[in-house]
Nanobody, 116 residues
């Protein structure tokens, strides 16, 4: 099993920045990628960013140029840096982890609210 713990959410004003952290623990040796998703109220879950252990990253078009993803392997933590936040970025953000064998793990989610 893998446990994921998200932190860093909160309420900010438009134009501000936030950095979300996702710390992973447990049986992590079979992980090969992690990502961030978000779900706004009344909307479906959207893919935001992913990072593979190879270093390859993916950023969704909707946030490209404003968001970035990184990983600190020494701290077992993946970060989502969010800059120039907009009210439409308001959502619950979820961290997930991919394990060989097609298993996925999900964090509990963390609220990000961006006020105009």
């Amino acid at each position: 099993q893998v446990q994921l713990a998200e932190s860093g959410g909160g309420t900010v004003q438009a134009g501000d920045s936030l950095r979300l952290s996702c710390t992973y623990s447990g049986r992590t040796f079979n992980l090969y990628a992690m990502g961030w998703f978000r779900r706004a109220s009344g909307a479906e879950r959207d893919d935001v960013a992913r990072i593979w252990w190879s270093g390859t990253t993916m950023i969704a078009d909707s946030v490209k140029g404003r968001f970035s993803i990184s990983r600190d392997s020494a701290k077992n933590t993946v970060y989502l840096q969010m800059d120039t936040l907009k009210p439409e970025d308001t959502a619950i953000y979820y961290c997930n982890a991919y394990e060989y064998g097609s298993t996925e793990y999900w964090g509990q989610g963390i609220q990000v609210t961006v006020t105009p």
